[in-house]
């Protein structure tokens, strides 16, 4: 019933900017962490950003130059990149997690993001 849906992906040339977004419908009030993964071709699923109430973390590799944003009114999440490179090539995937008393994940469909050098 929840769903995640991602937008904003697509080919860039190295040095540029994209901002991806993704939007929460469904019933749920609140989530925990909201953030993004990635997954290059032939490579595992990785963590890009979250961001919590009270934390963000990012990835080494992305530390400077990716912004994440939340609005909790709203339950939607956003990914500003900047100063894109070629290994930032992957699907973007947005991700959303809740707890009671279990933890509960949410996966959007994934993004297209191509930098090209």
């Known amino acids: 019933q929840v769903q995640l849906v991602e937008s904003g992906g697509g080919l860039v040339q190295a040095g540029g900017s994209l901002r991806l977004s993704c939007a929460a419908s469904?019933?749920?009030?609140?989530?925990?962490?909201m953030g993004w993964y990635r997954q290059a071709e032939g490579k595992q699923r990785e963590l890009v950003a979250t961001t919590t109430r009270t934390s963000t973390n990012y990835a080494d590799s992305v530390k400077g130059r990716f912004t994440i944003s939340r609005d909790n009114t709203k339950n939607t999440v956003s990914l500003q990149m900047n100063s894109l490179r070629s290994e930032d090539t992957a699907v973007y995937y947005c991700y959303a997690d809740r707890w009671n008393y279990w933890r509960y994940e949410y996966w959007g469909q994934g993004t297209q993001v191509t930098v090209s050098s």
């Open positions: 469904g019933s749920v009030n609140s989530f925990n962490a």
